[in-house]
């Protein structure tokens, strides 16, 4: 089987995915020996069974934060993946708030659901682990969930980095570096002054520093959809040189396309 990502969902907010103008299923990554779902949001089975994508083949499930448009079929999903546990089968990757809360956010996974994968890992930034043939790193995020994530993704085609929901920090330029292919939830358009999630405008200062070889921005909110994010797209390219694409639901590209910099690194490891 080819490599592949696809998104099972590009909703950003709760007036977006509550009306499912866009769908809100997460992202999936497949390859040979690996099916990982990125931030299984409500709807995420449904996305999967409309793909259809056999969810009993998921390696792995990546959660980086507590909010239910990220994690709401989260503990349906792993009893899918089990049998209700009877089969227990996967990995779950999460951070420390979905697990067990943080005080303001209480934790979405149950005490029943702990006990349907292979392994339960929780991560903090600059933390790793392996699955098989795809190495998982933690990024940093800044975000209201105190213990949010991103995950940079080494797969044996390229290197996919996933912002997850964050506000713009220098921090996230290192972290970002040297992907392949970087994914930001940019959930505003230029102009916008807002707390919470990326802007195009946090876009453009990224892609100026980090220069992947492809970006693709999701996860839109109201004011973004009503600019238009393919538009938006066109704009952080035209300031930046870096292609842009902005996805829609049941996108989908083949990452060893994109895979410049991760077969440069592999060719100058090897000489």
Same mark, same amino acid.
């Given at each position: ?8 969902? /590009? ?52 959660? *980086? ?11 349906? @999903?792993?009893?899918? @993946? ?23 956010? /209480? ?47 080494? /797969? ?61 921005? *999701? ?34 590209? /083949? ?17």
């Amino acid at each position: 089987m080819g490599s592949r990502i696809l998104f099972l969902g /590009t909703a950003g907010h709760h007036a977006i995915y509550g009306t499912q103008v866009r769908a809100s299923g997460g992202i999936l990554l497949q390859g040979e020996g690996y099916q990982v779902h990125l931030d299984p949001g409500p709807g995420a089975l449904l996305q999967l069974n409309n793909y259809k994508i056999n969810v009993k083949e998921h390696t792995a499930v990546a959660v *980086t934060h507590a909010h239910l448009n990220h994690c709401n079929d989260l503990n349906v @999903m792993l009893g899918a @993946m089990s049998y209700q546990g009877f089969d227990r089968h996967g990995i779950l990757i999460t951070n420390e708030t979905v697990v067990n809360g943080d005080g303001k956010l /209480t934790p979405v996974l149950t005490h029943a659901h702990r006990n349907f994968v292979e392994r339960l890992i929780v991560l903090k930034p600059s933390q790793k682990v392996a699955i098989d043939e795809v190495e998982i790193h933690a990024l940093p995020a800044f975000h209201s969930d105190s213990h949010a994530l991103g995950f940079k993704l080494y /797969t044996p085609e390229a290197i996919i980095s996933y912002s997850g929901d964050t506000k713009y920090h220098k921090d996230l330029l290192e972290a970002y570096d040297k992907s392949d292919i970087l994914i930001l939830n940019v959930q505003h358009p230029f102009g916008a002054k807002e707390e919470e999630g990326l802007s195009s405008d946090d876009a453009v200062k990224i892609l100026q520093k980090v220069k992947p070889v492809l970006c693709v921005i *999701t996860h839109f909110g109201p004011r973004m959809m009503k600019e238009n994010p393919v538009y938006q797209a066109r704009e952080i390219q035209k300031q930046t040189n870096v292609q842009v694409i902005a996805a829609e639901d049941g996108f989908e590209l /083949t990452p060893d396309s994109y895979a410049a910099i991760s077969k440069q690194k592999r060719l100058t490891n090897f000489e």
